[in-house]
């Protein structure tokens, strides 16, 4: 069965529509001098908006999930090992990135758990890692009694910066997550020389990068291990899940029994290593199967978009448009841009406020704050108030102490566009226009 086009409902239609004949003013009219004044005049101020049509929403699933779905309920079983929904994933995820290993698993919390478990990341060990991404980035470092070291960022890659990776280094190293924040590949080999000079493994979250590609090749595969994420949010999704993968053999082979409560379920022989249940049912395996034959289609769309609004608001004096290495594909889990400050007679809030009332679907900032200035960093109160490795003496980790002084800019002006497969060239080409406009209005 062919993949469906998006469907955009009647109701959604007839809004989209109506908003458009708003935005437009439906009078009609050619285009007079007081036309072109209106057209520089903010929307907030009464001004046309700079948004002709709002985009439409995407169907994300449908008659290829109900395919793989009825097949599954044909089954004598729904447990995973050797299930046919969880192999036909498998053989479709590795078409796509030529692992040697890969396993299925609850979420990419639980990716990435399975991955410093196999790394053999134990008490004290510290593992270096961005602190603008999802917390699941380090619940698997802390489960396994490590310590994460939270390194600063490039300032419009808003990536791990190499050489602060480097100066974070100690004897306790024993390993870098290399987060693709937003879908952008992170300097891959720059971290694979650190990693290969300091003798750390390399991990790669890829939950925001479902599709990119670091120099041409599939994202994932320069690292030693590579997670991934299904949640509902990211580009592909089975409500939840993950995948965990690897061709190395000292890690691949693992990463069956550090999601599956430590057993072999090739070899037999009980339990040699301990770990936890992250096994992913034969249901999410069928959404996750039928998922994967759309990746390619989200992908390339929201990195034609993406860019194309980095080509489009380049040049805008006091904006800083996202940065992608030109050998890379970005899949724009989000656009994220920068606002100088200094450039603007607003505040970042008011910036916002206007590029809304012109039609864009954007936000002020990501994350509230870094990983490590949440409450719980702050209080070392992982584990019932507790962390055990700090109490032991294992670690001297001080998070009230922790700097990355790039990260707090990035969050304090960094603006968030949604980017989404449903969405128009023309959209985004209105969306930079809003962007130049509300620049204009509000430059020193
Ligand atoms: C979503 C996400 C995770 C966690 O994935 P879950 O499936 O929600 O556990 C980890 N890292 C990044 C960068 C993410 O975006």
Redesign the pocket.
């Known amino acids: 069965m062919k993949d469906p086009q998006p469907t955009v409902s009647r109701r959604e239609f007839i809004t989209a529509t109506s908003a458009a004949l708003l935005a437009s003013g439906a009078t009609g009219a050619t285009s007079t001098a007081a036309e072109s004044a209106d057209a520089s005049k903010l929307a907030m101020l009464g001004g046309r908006k700079a948004v002709k049509k709002a985009p439409s929403s995407v169907r994300r699933w449908g008659d290829l999930e109900r395919e793989r779905l009825n097949a599954m309920l044909e089954q004598d079983t729904l447990f995973y090992w050797k299930g046919p929904q969880t192999t036909l994933a498998l053989e479709r995820f590795r078409k796509i990135h030529p692992f040697k290993y890969a396993q299925t698993c609850?979420?990419?919390?639980?990716?990435?758990h399975i991955a410093v478990t196999a790394a053999g990341i134990g008490p004290g060990d510290e593992v270096i890692t961005s602190p603008i991404?999802?917390?699941?980035?380090v619940?698997g470092v802390l489960y396994q009694q490590g310590v994460p070291v939270f390194a600063d960022l490039g300032a419009t890659t808003y990536n791990l910066d190499p050489a602060d990776v480097e100066r974070r280094i100690t004897p306790k190293t024993k390993a870098i997550i290399a987060?693709?924040?937003c879908g952008n590949p992170c300097d891959m080999n720059a971290l694979k020389a650190i990693a290969d000079k300091h003798k750390l493994v390399l991990i790669e979250?890829c939950?925001?990068a479902w599709g990119a590609k670091y120099r041409g090749q599939p994202i994932g595969t320069v690292g030693h291990i590579a997670?991934w994420?299904?949640?509902n949010?990211?580009h592909i999704t089975a409500g939840?899940?993950?995948v965990v993968a690897s061709s190395d053999e000292r890690f691949g082979p693992l990463l069956q029994r550090c999601g599956d409560k430590g057993g072999d379920r090739v070899k037999g022989g009980g339990f040699h290593m301990f770990a936890t249940n992250y096994r992913m049912n034969e249901p999410s395996a069928a959404v996750f199967a039928a998922q994967l034959e759309r990746l390619e289609g989200v992908a390339s769309k929201r990195a034609k978009l993406g860019n194309l609004l980095t080509e489009k608001i380049a040049g805008i004096p006091g904006i800083l448009p996202h940065q992608v290495h030109p050998e890379d594909r970005c899949v724009y889990?989000f656009y994220f841009m920068r606002f100088k400050p200094e450039s603007f007679r607003c505040k970042r809030a008011e910036f916002v406020k206007a590029l809304a009332a012109e039609g864009v679907s954007c936000s002020a900032g990501y994350i509230g704050v870094p990983l490590h200035r949440e409450p719980v960093f702050q209080n070392h109160a992982f584990f019932a108030g507790h962390w055990p490795v700090r109490e032991m003496g294992l670690t001297t980790m001080d998070f009230t102490k922790h700097q990355t002084p790039e990260v707090e800019a990035i969050l304090q002006n960094g603006i968030r566009f949604t980017i989404h497969e449903g969405m128009t060239e023309e959209y985004i080409l209105g969306a930079a226009e809003a962007v130049r406009k509300v620049a204009k209005h509000f430059a020193v």
Do not use: E, F
């Open positions: 609850t979420s990419g919390t639980a990716a990435l991404t999802d917390i699941g980035t619940i987060v693709h924040l979250d939950c925001q997670c994420s299904l949640q949010s990211k939840d899940g993950g889990w």
